[in-house]
C-alpha cells in the first residue's frame, strides 16, 4: 500500500473549466470549451480578433450574459457564482480595457484595490499559496510605478495604466489572474516589463491564464497554449 499525503494539490488543477458555452443573447461565441490551469502554470489562449478570448475569460469570471457549463476554481464550484463571489474566492480579472479611477493617483488606485489577508478561501490547499501584495511589492514588481505614484492615473500612459489594472487586481491577493491581452496596445518596454511581471506571478505559485493575439509574446511567458477559433478552443 503506498501513501501520499497531499497528491491531490499536485494533480487537481486550481482551474477546471468544463463544457463551458457562452452567448451575447441569441449568438453563442464560445462552445463546449475544456481547459485547466494548475498553480504556477501560465497558459495562452491564442485566436484572432473575435475568436471569442475575451468571451472565454468572462465566461469564466461569470461576465457573460448567459454561460452554461462547469467552473471549478480552488475546489469551489463557481459555475453560477457572481463575478463578486469569484473574486473573494482569490480569482483576479483584468480586462482590455483600462480599469483605473483617473481621479486618483497611483498609490490612491493601490489603496483602493487592497484586501485583508484571504483565508480558508482554497479548499484544496493552505491560504498561504496565494501570495499576499503591499504597495511595497507591488513597487518592486513594476518598478516604473513607483516614481509615479503620487501621480494622477489619468496623466499616465496606456500601457501604464495597464500595469496599475494589473497592480490594483493584484493588491486583492488572487491566487490566480486572467488576463485579457496584456500586451495589446503597449510600448514594446512596457511589453517586456509584463512579460517579467507574469512569470514573477508564476515564480509565486500563481495561477495566470491569458489571452493573447500576439503568439510570441504568449510562447515567450507561457507554459502551454489553447487555440480558440470562432469560439471553438483547441489545445
Ligand atoms: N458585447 C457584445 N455583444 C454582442 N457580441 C459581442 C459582444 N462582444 C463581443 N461580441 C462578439 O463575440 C465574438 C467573440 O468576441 P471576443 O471579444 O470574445 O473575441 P476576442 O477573441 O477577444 O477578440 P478581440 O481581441 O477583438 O477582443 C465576436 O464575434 C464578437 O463580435
Same mark, same amino acid.
Given at each position: ?22 452567448? %451575447? ?5 464560445l ?7 494548475t ?8 485566436? +484572432? ?14 461576465? $457573460? ?18 463575478? %463578486? ?5 482569490g ?7 483600462? +480599469? ?15 484586501q ?11 491560504d498561504?499559496a ?17 516614481? $509615479? ?5 489619468s ?20 491566487q ?17 516589463q509584463?512579460?517579467? $511581471? ?9 495561477g ?17 497554449? %489553447? ?9
Amino acid at each position: 500500500m503506498t501513501h501520499s499525503s497531499t497528491p491531490n494539490i499536485a494533480i487537481t488543477p486550481l482551474l477546471n473549466v468544463q463544457g463551458l458555452n457562452a452567448w %451575447y443573447g441569441a449568438a453563442q461565441v464560445l462552445f463546449d470549451a475544456d481547459l485547466q490551469v494548475t498553480r504556477g502554470e501560465v497558459v495562452a489562449l491564442i485566436g +484572432r480578433n473575435g475568436a471569442g478570448k475575451s468571451s472565454t475569460l468572462k465566461a469564466i469570471m461569470g461576465l $457573460m450574459p448567459r454561460r452554461t457549463g462547469r467552473v471549478v476554481f480552488a475546489g469551489h464550484d463557481i459555475s453560477n457564482a457572481e463575478p %463578486y463571489q469569484a473574486a473573494r474566492l482569490g480569482l483576479g480579472y483584468v480586462p482590455e480595457d483600462r +480599469r483605473i479611477f483617473t481621479d486618483l493617483t497611483v498609490l490612491g488606485n493601490l489603496q483602493v484595490g487592497a484586501q485583508a489577508k484571504r483565508r480558508l478561501a482554497d479548499k484544496l490547499a493552505s491560504d498561504s499559496a496565494a501570495p499576499q501584495w503591499s504597495v511595497e511589492k507591488i513597487f518592486a514588481l513594476f518598478p516604473n510605478l513607483a516614481p $509615479m505614484q503620487h501621480r494622477l492615473a489619468s496623466h499616465m500612459s496606456g500601457g501604464e495604466q495597464q500595469m496599475l489594472t494589473v497592480a490594483r487586481t493584484l493588491m486583492g491577493n488572487p491566487q490566480m489572474v486572467l488576463l485579457d491581452e496584456p500586451s495589446e496596445g503597449v510600448a514594446p518596454v512596457i511589453v517586456e516589463q509584463m512579460a517579467e $511581471m507574469i512569470l514573477a506571478l508564476k515564480g509565486q505559485g500563481m495561477g495566470v491564464l491569458l489571452s493573447e493575439q500576439n503568439t510570441h509574446f504568449a510562447q515567450w511567458v507561457s507554459d502551454r497554449s %489553447y487555440r480558440l477559433d470562432r469560439g471553438v478552443l483547441t489545445a
